[in-house]
């Protein structure tokens, strides 16, 4: 792999290389911090994102200030770096995340191997039963998360969908429809 010549154009090569940079470093410490597992995990993710952005956002401004070279041309490498930075988020490290703890597929091929390749009647109702507790725990987690994340609300012992989370379902519902998908 050949790097560009930040030569040519050092400004818009620097905010598009820390894109990606800072997203590894904001990695390595989801990885030495374990924050993606516990409670809200989701929630705390996006949060350490988000936080992590700020000093990429920062050193996107402030590389080109120092050099001279500050102009409304750097706006498109801006948008591109941003675009990168959130994708590997949202794109790589979430479902990546989502598929290795809450996919259904993997966890009942865990319960398979777990339970000695899952033969016979009796081995197959106790993966049955141990996976009716895991979903019960999965959509407790998600609804927990969707009220850290400010989709739901919870009023007395009443959940309750917020304006923000009326736009994702709309939103959802949308995409839904228009790949002729159905909810699970």
Not at 69 to 95: D, N
């Amino acid at each position: 792999m050949e790097f560009p010549d930040i030569s040519a154009a050092p400004a818009e090569s620097v905010i598009l290389w820390a894109a990606p940079a800072f997203f590894c470093v904001f990695l390595l410490v989801v990885l030495a911090a374990r924050l993606a597992s516990g409670k809200n995990c989701t929630a705390r993710l996006h949060r350490t994102n988000l936080l992590f952005f700020i000093p990429y956002a920062l050193a996107s401004l402030l590389f080109p200030a120092a050099t001279g070279r500050l102009s409304r041309s750097l706006l498109p490498a801006f948008a591109a770096g941003c675009f990168i930075y959130f994708s590997l988020h949202h794109i790589y490290l979430m479902a990546f995340i989502g598929l290795a703890k809450k996919s259904f597929s993997v966890n009942i091929l865990s319960d398979i191997r777990t339970l000695g390749g899952g033969r016979g009647a009796a081995a197959l109702t106790a993966l049955l039963a141990h996976e009716s507790a895991k979903t019960a725990f999965v959509r407790q987690d998600r609804l927990n998360q969707m009220t850290v994340l400010g989709m739901a609300e919870l009023r007395g012992s009443e959940y309750r969908i917020t304006p923000r989370g009326r736009f994702l379902n709309g939103l959802g519902n949308a995409m839904l429809k228009l790949w002729n998908l159905r909810r699970l």
